[in-house]
């Protein structure tokens, strides 16, 4: 497994976030894409608003693996003000609550937005899930 910072020339090296996977709204499961919610360590600097590329660093698991990450207030639904940290860990389905997980955020996809609805919300996901993997491949990270 390559290391978390990306070979590839014009990307700046990740940022690393550290944090406890907590319980959400599970909205992310229902729309097709669970998530890992975190609760950043205790006076950790986030990134600014956006979605994005990430390797993800599991407890006594020795690969990475692929995810796309949400950092923000998830404008598309009106009872959610504070900024979330999401991760949609890529061919992963296993239950994290409790654990500590590393996000190494390789690259910026896109600003977030406010969608009309979660039909609209579910496409651009699904949009930012091919060019997160796309974008790992390149880098040369495969599913473990």
């Known amino acids: 497994m390559p290391s978390p910072t990306p070979p590839e ?8 976030i550290t ?5 959400g709204e599970k ?12 609760a950043p360590t205790p006076g950790s600097k986030l990134p600014p608003e956006g979605v994005y ?3 993800v660093r599991l407890p006594q698991r020795p690969a990475m693996f692929g995810a796309t990450v949400s950092v923000g207030s998830n404008p598309t639904f ?8 999401e991760a949609h ?5 296993e239950q994290l609550y409790g ?21 609209e919300l579910i496409a651009q996901m699904q949009r930012d899930v091919i060019s997160s993997r796309q974008l790992l491949a390149r880098l040369g990270v ?3």
């Open 53 to 55: 590329c990430c390797l």
């Open 9 to 16: 020339p014009g990307l700046a090296p990740p940022i690393v």
């Open 19 to 23: 944090g406890e996977v907590v319980h």
């Open 78 to 85: 009106a009872d959610i003000t504070s900024v979330r940290v």
């Open 142 to 144: 495969a599913a473990p």
């Open 99 to 119: 654990l500590r997980l590393e996000l190494h955020l390789v690259h910026r996809l896109r600003d977030m937005h406010r969608f009309a609805g979660p039909a």
């Open 27 to 38: 909205r992310g499961r229902a729309m097709g894409f669970p998530t890992a919610n975190i």
């Open 89 to 93: 860990i890529h061919d992963f389905d």
